[in-house]
């Protein structure tokens, strides 16, 4: 039985592209009226909002946040709510405030009320001068703004586990490939538009990483799984890694993910055209080391590049 059973949970940022997901599994899990789903926008028809609670929260807005955990008596907060790497480029004054700031806020409130958070992290932690087989620890140089607010958020995260005892956790998440939902505004964004593309009549995609593109990526569902494992780990097993464990699915290049999908789809054509966000993928790994998180809570990824294809399809024809 989970250690979190019978919590209320917020989830922050719950209509973007995890969102979507853990929602979902969350309130498979504990029942619908015990996940709160917030976010800053309202998609009328979306499902967070039509399978259970939602409040719209802005976490720039520390009042609003208090307010929600004292009236809802949450417990635990995932707080996805962010800004991701190649909107964060162009606007790093907004990514900085959000990712930052929000963050903060959402760390503040578990201080007070005494709540354990998941604050995600990113391979864009990473920078060029990293291994292109990402350690868990190596001198973390981020190039992109995003990367620098995810090392932030990271750092902040120990700080307030070491000085004030909050129980704050966090993932470095691949690219994430899911079906649920649309994405915008990510560099990893090309490996599920690809799938949107070659399902509609065009069968073809304008790529905006070259074909030799490698990075780490994993499936939705084993993303899912990792966090809530990890939110449910017995708080012993953490290392100091708790705040930004590396979890590995699989890497392939952009072509290689081409490739499997005109195993399905014959007339698929794939085109590259590399724009700003290539500079973006070249600055991170091509695959990440996950055996700090394998040995302190048994993290191991299903799925891999054919199943996935698979399965993406499958799910999108339908
Ligand atoms: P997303 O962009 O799909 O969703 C983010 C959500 O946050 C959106 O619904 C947006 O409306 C909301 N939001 C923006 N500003 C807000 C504010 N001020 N207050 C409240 N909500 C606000 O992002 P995602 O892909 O679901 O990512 C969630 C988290 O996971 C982020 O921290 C991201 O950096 C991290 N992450 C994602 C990936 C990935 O591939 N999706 C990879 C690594 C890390
Ligand atoms: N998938 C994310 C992005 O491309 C990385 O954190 O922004």
Request: hydrophobic residues 40%.
């Amino acid at each position: 039985m989970s250690e979190l059973a019978g919590s209320r949970i917020l989830v922050t940022g719950a209509l973007g592209q995890i969102g979507t997901d853990l929602v979902k599994s969350l309130r498979e899990i504990h029942g619908s009226e015990n996940i709160i789903a917030s976010d800053i926008r309202v998609i009328p028809n979306h499902p967070c909002i039509l399978g259970g609670p939602f409040s719209v929260l802005d976490v720039l807005d520390e009042d609003r946040i208090s307010k929600i955990v004292e009236n809802e008596n949450i417990r635990v907060i995932y707080h996805l709510a962010a800004i991701l790497s190649a909107k964060g480029e162009e606007n790093p004054e907004l990514c900085e405030l959000i990712n930052v700031v929000g963050t903060r806020n959402i760390l503040e409130a578990a201080k007070r009320y005494s709540i354990r958070v998941f604050v995600p992290s990113s391979i864009a932690v990473f920078g060029p001068d990293a291994p292109k087989h990402a350690p868990q620890i190596t001198p973390l140089n981020p190039t992109t703004k995003y990367g620098i607010t995810k090392v932030d958020c990271e750092i902040m995260g120990m700080l307030y586990w070491k000085k004030y005892g909050v129980d704050v956790r966090g993932i470095r998440y691949p690219g994430l490939i899911s079906w649920q939902s649309p994405v915008s505004g990510g560099t990893t964004d090309y490996a599920v538009e690809i799938f949107h593309s070659a399902i509609s009549s065009f069968q073809s995609y304008e790529c905006f990483v070259r074909p030799d593109t490698k990075l780490p990526m994993m499936y939705m569902d084993d993303a899912i799984r990792a966090t809530i494992a990890l939110m449910d780990v017995p708080i012993e097993s953490l290392s100091d890694a708790r705040c930004g464990y590396n979890i590995s699915g699989f890497s392939f290049t952009a072509e290689e993910l081409s490739s499997e999908i005109k195993k399905h789809i014959p007339n698929f054509i794939c085109t590259y055209k590399p724009d700003i966000r290539q500079r973006y993928a070249d600055s991170w790994p091509n695959s990440v080391d996950d055996s700090v998180a394998r040995n302190d809570w048994n993290w191991s990824a299903n799925f891999k590049l054919a199943t996935l294809v698979n399965d993406m399809l499958l799910n999108l024809k339908r």
